[in-house]
Structure formats: structure tokens, C-alpha cells
């Protein structure tokens, strides 16, 4: 098992940046892979970026060169840095991780973003 606490959602400005973190604990030398989704209302979660335990890096296209994840060397944390944020990047994130042998999923309990003027 794997337990994720997501921090650093709140209220920002359009252009305005945030920084969510994401601490895993419990099993964590089984996780393979750590990342972020998102869902805003009325649409279906979705896939923001992704780092596995190798330094491998995946983006949404709608997030490319705005987003960064990054993981601590432990590779217990995930972190999120969203500059230049719009409002459509609006939503619940979530945290997520992956382990192996079974690829089994696990996930937070989701920190608000709001960007609003």
C-alpha cells in the first residue's frame, strides 16, 4: 500500500504560478513511477505529467513548457511547478503512483487549483 498527501492548490491570478507537492509514504520502494491529473468540472480526469524512477518525463500537450515534474532523490515526493497558468488549467489535481510488480495505481485526495481574476 501507498498513501499520497498533495499540497500547495489554492487561488491564483492568470500568468500566476504554484507549486504542488505530493509525499508518498507506506510502500514507497515499490513505486515505479509518480505523477499528476486533473479533473475540472464536468470533464474527465486526465493526464498531466508523469516522471518515472529511471528520470523519464511525460506532458500533456496543453501543459508543455509551462509545467515541470520533478521527483527528491528519494523518490518518495513529486512536485508539480505551474507557471503561466490559465484559467482553464483550473481543476482538482491529483496525485498518483505506480508500483510494481503489479503496476497497481494508487492516488491522493485531490488539491483544488483555481486561476481566476
Known sequence: Q?????????????????RLSCAASGNIFRISAMGWYRQAPGK????VATATNAGSTNYADSVKGRFTISRDNRKDTVYLQMNS????????????????????SYWGQGTQVTVSS
Open 85 to 104: 497558468l490559465k484559467p482553464e488549467d483550473t481543476a482538482v489535481y491529483y496525485c498518483n503512483a505506480v508500483t510494481w510488480p503489479r503496476n497497481s
Open 2 to 18: 501507498v498513501q499520497l498527501v498533495e499540497s500547495g492548490g489554492g487561488l491564483v491570478q492568470p500568468g500566476g504560478s504554484l
Open 44 to 47: 474527465e480526469r486526465e493526464l
